[in-house]
T-cell receptor, first 114, second 114 residues
């Protein structure tokens, strides 16, 4: 079974703090994704990576950056957290960048920025 | 850009009633995927449809892919309380190098009253 894990289930941070969200997958998947989920807005793609050190902006990249130094690990960074970044953050992975395959999601991190 | 619209946003049913959610894409899709997210959980892959007019069943769930490959539906017969959750459709990003990205609909939140 594919397993995607995220470093925290719940996180509380203060405005202006730098926040790191980590995601690890154990199936040697090429693709990894970061989404945020807000009520009524579904899943919105922040960033994705199709290979180590490769990254592409998604639909809402502003205020975020990412890092993928190893194939199994994809980090989302909030350089200076703001209250409008309070949300549920979901990491996902899929096998191949050549076609849109099933995405496997982690349990999510619920972030509250005060 | 590509849009995937899903209706209704919310659906409340009595246990035993049927439920349908509809998904429409602004572009022709090579395939469509459906995911379910239980309350407090993360999205989990249910099924993928590939062929025009395809119909697939999973017990009480029936999935259809439209003839033009731009719309899809999920129908649940005789809902049970275990069906509660948010149902998402998702289609591959159109054109260019998609790198395995999916565009998700906003989701339909299903509530089942016992």
């Amino acid at each position: 079974d594919v397993k995607v894990t995220q470093s925290s289930r719940y996180l509380v941070k203060r405005t202006g703090e730098k926040v790191f969200l980590e995601c690890v997958q154990d199936m040697d998947h090429e693709n990894m994704f970061w989404y945020r989920q807000d009520p009524g807005l579904g899943l919105r793609l922040i960033y994705f990576s199709y290979d180590v050190k490769m990254k592409e902006k998604g639909d809402i990249p502003e205020g975020y950056s990412v890092s993928r130094e190893k194939k199994e690990r994809f980090s989302l960074i909030l350089e200076s957290a703001s209250t409008n970044q309070t949300s549920m953050y979901l990491c996902a992975s899929s096998a191949s960048y050549t076609r849109a395959e099933t995405q496997y999601f982690g349990p999510g991190t619920r972030l509250l920025v005060l | 850009g590509q849009q995937v619209m899903q209706i209704p946003q919310y659906q409340h049913v009595q246990e035993g009633e049927d439920f349908t959610t509809y998904c429409n894409s602004s572009t022709t899709l090579s395939n469509i995927q459906w995911y379910k997210q239980r309350p407090g959980g993360h999205p989990v892959f249910l099924i993928q449809l590939v062929k025009s007019g395809e119909v697939k069943k999973q017990k009480r769930l029936t999935f259809q892919f439209g003839e033009a490959k731009k719309n899809s539906s999920l129908h649940i017969t005789a809902t049970q309380t275990t069906d509660v959750g948010t149902y998402f459709c998702a289609g591959p990003n159109a054109g260019g190098t998609s790198y395995g990205k999916l565009t998700f609909g906003q989701g339909t939140i299903l509530t089942v009253h016992p």
